[in-house]
């Protein structure tokens, strides 16, 4: 590697640096809007024209407030899990193609490097909960991290179909396949749709936000810190809804791929679409139990996923004339999954505890 490669790579990583807290601050303010607007309000407004300044305001007040440390925390632990959940965040952008060549590392196991880097960010939450000596923390911490791992089992299941599709797990590659063919969401519907609520899941948004809930008087692993170190958490969460965005353009939505328009804008516009997408169920699903939350993944999404995942393998292997018995039962299995897992495990109302019957008064 020479000396103007380095400086190359180290010129990406800055832009990257630069571009995230870009990202938190343009999502912050289309979320308040389009849930004002949705809500019928209006948002934010007073300040800068149609409120355009107020997510820079906010940013400047979180910069300027106090970051305090609290008496029982474990330090070093406190101080270091804001930076471990922030630093793969950045270095997953780094393996997303925006174009062909418009992509910091170009990576043969690209798929598997954007899948496997989130999963240290689970280790920065339990350092955040265990290190800052609260046990409501811990609490949150722990709802947290069962969410996280459940979910990462039909996340990466259902993108393994897309992997055979394409035959690699190069990003780049299954874009352009995606560009010579179809995408892969109209032969990939259920793998799209699991994918979807596993990232919302695994990014702890709504209707997944059960360890960090704003009905709740406590904030999940966040609850100790302030300042710069909470607006830490804050980042690495928007930028890790654009990375779910990005990474369904790429996977399923055909990345930069289109006609007439430029490669960017084809993405930009893909991704926003998404993203438009993932602010409206804000507004509009309900949170859900955390045993609901279980169900959802243990008992709907995984067996779709390897359901699913048969499917394409069988497809694979043997050509297109067994599927044409294996997607009426595929349809007619879903089908069975909504009804009764879906409408009995997780739209199940919530079971009443026993109460203690009062006990007749005795003659005296």
């Known amino acids: 590697m020479t000396l103007l490669d ?20 343009v999502f912050t303010y289309a979320e308040r809007k389009l849930l004002g607007r949705i809500q019928q309000r209006m948002g934010p407004w007073h300040v800068g024209p149609m409120g355009l300044f107020q997510a820079p305001a906010d940013a400047i007040k979180l910069l300027m407030k106090e970051s305090l440390t609290p008496e029982k925390a474990e330090r070093w632990i406190y101080l270091i899990a804001p930076f471990l959940v922030f630093g793969p965040t950045i270095a997953v952008l780094t393996g997303i193609p925006f174009t062909r060549e418009l992509v910091a590392a ?11 880097l989130p999963a240290v960010v689970i280790i920065g939450f339990v350092m955040a909960g265990w290190g800052s000596g609260n046990k409501y923390a811990l609490i949150g911490t722990a709802r947290m991290v069962a969410q996280a791992i459940s979910y990462e089992l039909p996340l990466l299941v259902s993108v393994l179909g897309v992997a055979l599709l394409a035959n690699s797990l190069d990003l780049t590659v299954i874009v352009e396949a995606q560009a010579s063919t179809v995408w892969y969401v109209v032969v990939q519907p259920t793998a799209f749709a699991i ?16 360890a960090i809930a704003e009905s709740e008087v406590m904030g999940g692993p966040l609850i100790e810190y302030s300042g710069i170190r909470w607006a830490m958490f804050f980042l690495a969460e928007y930028v890790n809804v654009f990375i779910l965005a990005a990474l369904s353009t790429v996977i399923f939505l055909g990345g930069w791929a289109g006609p007439f328009l430029p490669p960017i804008l084809w993405f930009a516009l893909k991704t926003g679409f998404v993203v438009t997408f993932i602010l409206w169920l ?21 067996p779709l996923s390897l359901l699913n995942l048969v499917v394409v393998s069988v497809q694979a292997v043997y050509g297109w004339l067994p599927m044409i018995a294996l997607v009426p039962l595929s349809v007619v299995l879903a089908f069975w999954f909504y009804r009764r897992a879906w409408t009995r495990l997780v739209m199940r109302p919530r079971p009443s505890a026993p109460r203690d019957l009062p006990t007749p008064a005795t003659a005296g």
């Open 6 to 25: 380095v400086v190359i790579a180290i010129v990406k990583v800055l832009v990257l640096l630069i571009l995230a807290p870009l990202i938190a601050l």
């Open 106 to 116: 170009n990576l043969d196991l690209g798929l598997l490097y954007v899948l496997a």
């Open 195 to 210: 994918f979807i609520m596993a990232g919302l899941a695994e990014t702890s948004r709504t209707p997944f936000d059960i």
């Open 282 to 302: 804000r507004a509009t699903l309900p949170r859900l139990r955390i045993d609901q939350l279980m169900a959802l993944c243990w008992k709907v999404l995984l």
